[in-house]
T-cell receptor, first 116, second 111 residues
């Protein structure tokens, strides 16, 4: 029973390049959440998705960031034209179908993005 | 606006003693509160939660207390063990699925 999988674990991009972060939820989970942790800070909510739907993207920066959770395949967080300030740890969490209570969010190990 | 605050960045306790981690919140719409534990280079792991209709929840060595009037919650770990050394995050939600996290408190348990 594999947990939430994220890849890559580490990603280095030069300024201006694109970053693609992948998240495979736990088996049977249909809700995915993305959080970002900047150095010395707590996790900040970015977006909440269900299959083929964005439910809440109130934490997503207005430009350069997008997220999807297609019918088949992993959820993707895409950052276009990365800047140094995008360097952070990006965590994905998943939860089962139905109303998501906080204790049912299971986190992946994170992707550490470094922009040089 | 920091809706969930952990004002102590770090805490050090002796093995066997009690660890008390504190958390304050401002949004009265929050109805569920959680504590997560995080080791370096890993994702947060759920520890314990409490609904706003309760004032205490206990699970083994971990107890969470909620004081709604003060908008304050705390996590008690008794007895503390060296393996408890980690960063502890308090989080809150208003049943939207979205978790709002505090900044974290680094707990060090000395043998």
């Amino acid at each position: 029973n594999a947990g939430v999988m994220q890849n890559p674990r580490h990603l280095v991009r030069r300024r201006g390049q694109e970053a693609r972060l992948r998240c495979s939820p736990m088996k049977g989970h249909s809700h995915v959440y993305w959080y970002r942790q900047l150095p010395e800070e707590g996790l900040k909510f970015m977006v909440y998705l269900q299959k083929e739907n964005i439910i809440d993207e109130s934490g997503m920066p207005k430009e350069r960031f997008s997220a999807e959770f297609p019918k088949e395949g992993p959820s993707i967080l895409r950052i276009q034209q990365v800047v140094r300030g995008d360097s952070a740890a990006y965590f994905c969490a998943s939860s089962p179908p139905g109303l998501a209570k906080g204790n049912e969010q299971y986190f992946g190990p994170g992707t550490r993005l470094t922009v040089t | 606006d920091q809706q969930v605050k952990q004002n102590s960045p770090s805490l050090s306790v002796q093995e066997g003693r009690i660890s008390i981690l504190n958390c304050d919140y401002t949004n009265s719409m929050f109805d569920y509160f959680l504590w997560y534990k995080k080791y370096p280079a890993e994702g947060p792991t759920f520890l314990i939660s409490i609904s706003s209709i309760k004032d205490k929840n206990e699970d083994g060595r971990f107890t969470v207390f909620l004081n709604k009037s003060a908008k304050h919650l705390s996590l008690h770990i008794v007895p503390s063990q060296p393996g408890d050394s980690a960063v502890y995050f308090c989080a809150a939600t208003s049943n939207t699925g979205k978790l709002i996290f505090g900044q974290g408190t680094t707990l060090q348990v000395k043998p």
